[in-house]
């Protein structure tokens, strides 16, 4: 099983990407799916989740209105599309897996709660 994150990059303030996480090795269709970030000598914080059907969404106050989480379960594949970013969007961005299926749940999750990580995808965000 394993979650890869990509789409990370430098980008000025003010501006767009778009983050990918692809799961193999099984299916995430019932899953809730989520992103979580870690600032450097800050602790993982949560930013979105959405649910398995992707009916339902979940974000952090912090990117409300900015960032906007999607998934496509024939690719098993979840996106963050994030706009207007700010420095302090700065981070390591970690997709994650909940077999609850509930978003909130999986924003309520530490590390050890959550069922599938994957690697990390960096996003700099200049002034």
């Known amino acids: 099983v394993q979650l890869q994150a990509s789409g990370g990059g430098l980008v000025q303030a003010g501006g767009s990407l778009r983050l990918s996480c692809a799961a193999s090795?099984?299916?995430?269709?019932?899953?809730?799916m989520g992103w979580f970030r870690q600032a450097q000598g800050k602790e993982r914080e949560f930013i979105a989740a959405?649910?398995?059907?992707?009916?339902?969404?979940y974000y952090a106050d912090s990117v409300k209105g900015r960032f906007t989480i999607s998934k496509d379960n024939a690719k098993n594949t979840v996106y963050l599309q994030m706009n207007s970013l700010k420095p302090e969007d700065t981070a390591a961005y970690y997709c994650?897996?909940?077999?609850?299926?509930?978003?909130?749940?999986?924003?309520?999750?530490?590390?050890?709660?959550?069922?599938?990580w994957g690697k990390g995808t960096q996003v700099t965000v200049s002034s």
């Open positions: 090795g099984r299916t995430f269709s019932t899953y809730a």
């Open positions: 994650a897996a909940d077999r609850s299926g509930s978003p909130v749940r999986l924003g309520t999750l530490d590390y050890y709660g959550i069922d599938y």
């Open positions: 959405i649910s398995w059907s992707g009916a339902s969404t």
